[in-house]
């Protein structure tokens, strides 16, 4: 099955009446999609009761994929210091604790592991993938890049051949081709059950962060509409890989100018896809 769907669901205000409030806005979302990236675990390992509305909000065929947190990937590079965990085990451990109640539910489609760009391909690098595949267990967990090393001609196919074994669901990425903390689409499929397909949009000029600390550096970098022959090219693409993969799960991160929600609606519509077991929409007041 194909899933097409988006990063957060706070933000993309074309889903959404002015007047809906931020708690309704999950309920209201899942009467469009059926999947969802949940962004806040990235900053921080959400309370249980947050899942549990979610679960509870959303119907019973929908996914969740979950952020890992910044802190097992190497964002907070200050860690040490201000981490209010004292090991690393038991930052895991908390982590893996806040998603029981997707699990019971079963609408855990996978755990997002997305590394930035300074996470290069070294030893020291690999040896740490295999030790988070190992703490996750059976969680299904995908893996991003954001250094292109890992697919450099040298690295590239045992990158690949590392991520079969290891048992990595590959997050193939659409993004900007800027340098070495992008990567390029790499349209293979790692693990039989599932893969995970985002789309960051093609805005080259304000992907990298700019040095001057007035920039709004994040309103820019996903600022990007996807046009209908690029979403074609990837329909293509997709038909392939559903053909050794089980699930796709496909998620659109374009959202800095609120492009997101209407690329996701013609993407599903070019694929022919009807989802059924949507929530309701909510009536308008005419």
Request: charged share 25%; net charge negative; with cysteine.
């Amino acid at each position: 099955m194909i899933y097409i769907g988006l990063t957060g669901w706070g933000d993309h205000y074309s889903l959404y009446a002015e007047q809906i409030k931020a708690k309704d806005k999950l309920a209201e979302y899942s009467s469009h999609f059926l999947v969802v990236e949940v962004d806040a675990s990235f900053y921080a390992i959400q309370p249980v009761k947050n899942a549990e509305k979610w679960v509870r909000e959303t119907p019973a065929n929908f996914q969740f994929v979950v952020k890992a947190y910044q802190g097992m990937t190497g964002h907070k590079r200050k860690e040490e210091e201000d981490s209010p965990f004292e090991t690393k085990k038991e930052m895991f451990n908390s982590f893996i604790a806040s998603l029981q109640p997707y699990q019971e539910a079963d609408k855990l489609a996978m755990v997002l592991f997305q590394f930035p760009p300074w996470f290069d391909c070294t030893k020291q690098n690999v040896t740490y993938l295999r030790y988070c595949k190992q703490m996750m267990g059976d969680i299904p967990v995908a893996l991003e890049f954001r250094n292109q090393t890992w697919f450099s001609d040298r690295f590239r196919q045992s990158t690949l051949s590392f991520m079969k074994q290891e048992g990595w669901i590959h997050s193939i990425v659409d993004e900007p081709q800027a340098g070495e903390g992008s990567i390029p689409t790499v349209p293979v499929v790692t693990n039989e059950a599932q893969t995970l397909i985002r789309f960051h949009g093609r805005n080259a000029v304000g992907w990298n962060k700019p040095t001057s600390i007035d920039t709004n550096w994040r309103d820019v970098r996903y600022l990007y509409k996807y046009n209908q022959e690029e979403l074609i090219e990837w329909k293509k693409v997709i038909q392939r890989l559903e053909k050794e993969t089980k699930d796709i799960v496909v998620l659109f991160n374009n959202n800095s100018g609120g492009d997101a929600a209407e690329n996701a609606k013609q993407f599903q519509e070019l694929l022919g896809i009807e989802y059924e077991g949507l929530a309701p929409k909510q009536l308008g007041l005419f």
